[in-house]
């Protein structure tokens, strides 16, 4: 059965100073259809804007003429996405089900394109993937152990991490360090980017501490800080770049601002954390006090909905790319991306949207 947030929520957020109240899910006919969150008379903060589930979704119109040709081009899915992230106007797409690779969507030039390194460089089963600035992929592939690095044409670059991780669930770049939460070790382990050597892990505690990891998925790299969500307690956990713990947020439950299957994370700019929740099947948002600011999605009924969701992913560089599906009383500020393993809309796009004009 499907965990539901209780009715009180709408009690509670009404003294919620900057995101309101939120229904799950609205269509708003004044804005043709447009699925906001939250529901008038409170500003939208969050749109809908479209899904991404097939290359039918992406490539071009092919013409009559080019189908006779060369014949019709088959559909190409996206059969059971986990994580996503995305780069100088591609979509990278971790899918369990492909067979050891990823979807790459070159949304540029409307391709869709199956990655699948085959040999001694093939993936097993890669949960997560991170592209630096340099166009380097990072998989982390949980059933190989190990974190896979490939240069932006694809080509394999090394591999690293065996010794250290049981399971490592995620990988994120920042500065000359990469960080790899192991669900298996209940910790964090850091990578020298230049040389991939292991440096050091965190959090040097034991069970009963508030610093102890029990299943950490997901992980996010902030200027100062390192967040990561903690499936085993539920709740997403802060520290510092050296691993020194700061604060939690929310705890197991199932009422708003609780977890029960925490997953992917992110960080706007503003600070505000966005927390996938698998069970709940939508995302909740806190500022950085740790308040809850309003939740959107739900179990999936149509369009805005999710279904076994796995990752969120925010970004502000590709814009362009979306904003015909926004809504013309609003602008576009970034873009959130979350994956669904099941239904027919395997990633949801979503924009943090702000009225026309608003200073």
Not at 154 to 180: A, L, M, R
Not at 233 to 252: A, F
Request: include cysteine; glycine fraction near 8%.
């Amino acid at each position: 059965m499907k965990l539901k947030f209780y009715s009180s929520f709408f009690i509670i957020v009404a003294f919620l100073s900057i995101f309101i109240s939120c229904s799950p899910r609205i269509y708003n006919k004044s804005t043709k259809n447009t699925i906001i969150y939250p529901p008038p008379p409170d500003t939208a903060k969050i749109q809908y804007l479209t899904r991404i589930s097939s290359s039918q979704d992406i490539a071009r119109k092919q013409s009559t003429f080019a189908q006779s040709v060369v014949g019709k081009k088959q559909v190409m899915p996206i059969f059971k996405p986990y994580g996503v992230f995305m780069r100088n106007g591609k979509l990278y797409v971790c899918d369990v089900s492909l067979g050891g690779g990823l979807e790459i969507i070159n949304l540029e030039n409307k391709e869709f394109t199956y990655f699948v390194p085959k040999g001694q460089y093939r993936l097993k089963l890669p949960l997560n993937c991170y592209v630096d600035t340099n166009d380097q992929l990072y998989v982390a592939d949980i059933g190989l152990q190990k974190i896979v690095v490939f240069d932006s044409l694809g080509k394999y670059i090394s591999s690293f991490g065996k010794q250290e991780n049981v399971k490592p669930t995620d990988v994120f770049v920042h500065g000359n360090k990469i960080w790899v939460p192991d669900s298996g070790s209940n910790r964090i382990n850091v990578y020298n980017k230049n040389t991939y050597e292991f440096e050091y892990y965190f959090p040097k505690s034991e069970k009963g501490d508030k610093s102890f990891l029990y299943k950490p998925t997901n992980i996010f790299v902030s200027k100062d800080k390192v967040y990561v969500s903690d499936m085993g307690h539920g709740n997403v956990k802060i520290y510092t770049h050296k691993g020194e713990y700061l604060n939690t947020i929310g705890k197991y439950g199932k009422n708003i601002g609780e977890f029960v299957r925490p997953k992917g994370i992110a960080v706007d700019l503003e600070s505000n954390l966005y927390v996938v929740d698998a069970s709940f099947e939508n995302v909740q948002i806190f500022n950085k006090d740790g308040k809850l600011l309003l939740f959107f999605g739900g179990g999936y009924n149509g369009p805005g909905d999710m279904w076994l969701p796995t990752k969120v992913m925010i970004d502000y560089d590709n814009l362009e790319y979306f904003k015909e599906y926004v809504d013309p009383k609003f602008d576009l500020v970034y873009l959130i991306f979350v994956t669904n393993q099941f239904g027919p809309d395997k990633i949801n796009v979503y924009g943090r949207i702000v009225p026309v004009n608003q200073p």
